[in-house]
T-cell receptor, first 117, second 116 residues
Framework: DARVTQTPRDKVTEMGQEVTMRCQPI?????VFWYRQTMMQGLELLAY????????DSGMPKDRFSAEMPDATLATLKIQPSEPRDSAVYFC???????????????FGEGSRLTVL | AQSVTQPDIHITVSEGASLELRCNYSYGATPYLFWYVQSPGQGLQLLLK??????LVQGIKGFEAEFKRSQSSFNLRKPSVHWSDAAEYFC??????????????FGKGTKLSVKP
């Protein structure tokens, strides 16, 4: 059963520490998204990639966040240094876009819950 | 700019009762529309989608949704709710980017509670 895999599931860290979250998209999917979910803001897009190229990272605080896709099977989201306001659940999602018969739905991982003390 | 509004933050229904969750969108062209469900501690699971054709779409778990262009709405319905339907429901619109999929823009969600 194909699924998006995220690690770690839970992370507790102290302010100022570096945090790296990883995502393995579904094999063959060419778009990868990072979303952040908080009670106050709901689901916010942080960044997304198509064919490993970053297309939009306007939702990310550039001074501390970075997102990369070193290869087609791995996407990373890094926070350095982390701050308490970064506490949230971070979701990775992948999809096939809307070309051809594809209709743009995204498949979500189970999320990485980050707590910054 | 594209946006999605889910006017109800929290809804409680009795088990066996019918359900309708509201969703209104703002989008300049024919939208791709989705409903997702999220159980506690889980990711989002696709319930159903609309991209063209029949405006009444069927999804998993007995859910359906109707696209009404004149009202910019895509409301989710279920004729008889089960206790296991208690979860948070998100409506989303797909934003085009250069002719193909951009990201999904999500509403704030509606939390559904089910009374025995």
């Amino acid at each position: 059963d194909a699924r998006v895999t995220q690690t770690p599931r839970d992370k507790v860290t102290e302010m100022g520490q570096e945090v790296t979250m990883r995502c393995q998209p579904i094999l063959g999917h060419n778009t990868v998204f990072w979303y952040r979910q908080t009670m106050m803001q709901g689901l916010e897009l942080l960044a997304y990639f198509r064919n490993r190229a970053p297309l939009d990272d306007s939702g990310m605080p550039k001074d501390r966040f970075s997102a990369e896709m070193p290869d087609a099977t791995l996407a990373t989201l890094k926070i350095q240094p982390s701050e308490p306001r970064d506490s949230a659940v971070y979701f990775c999602a992948s999809g096939l876009g809307t070309s051809g018969r594809n209709t743009g739905e995204l498949f979500f991982g189970e999320g990485s819950r980050l707590t910054v003390l | 700019a594209q946006s999605v509004t889910q006017p109800d933050i929290h809804i409680t229904v009795s088990e066996g009762a019918s359900l309708e969750l509201r969703c209104n969108y703002s989008y300049g062209a024919t939208p791709y529309l989705f409903w997702y469900v999220q159980s506690p501690g889980q990711g989002l699971q696709l319930l159903l989608k609309y991209f063209s054709g029949d405006t009444l779409v069927q999804g998993i778990k007995g859910f359906e949704a109707e696209f009404k262009r004149s009202q910019s709405s895509f409301n989710l319905r279920k004729p008889s709710v089960h206790w296991s339907d208690a979860a948070e429901y998100f409506c989303a619109v797909g934003a085009n980017y250069g002719g193909s999929q951009g990201n999904l823009i999500f509403g704030k969600g509606t939390k559904l509670s089910v009374k025995p």
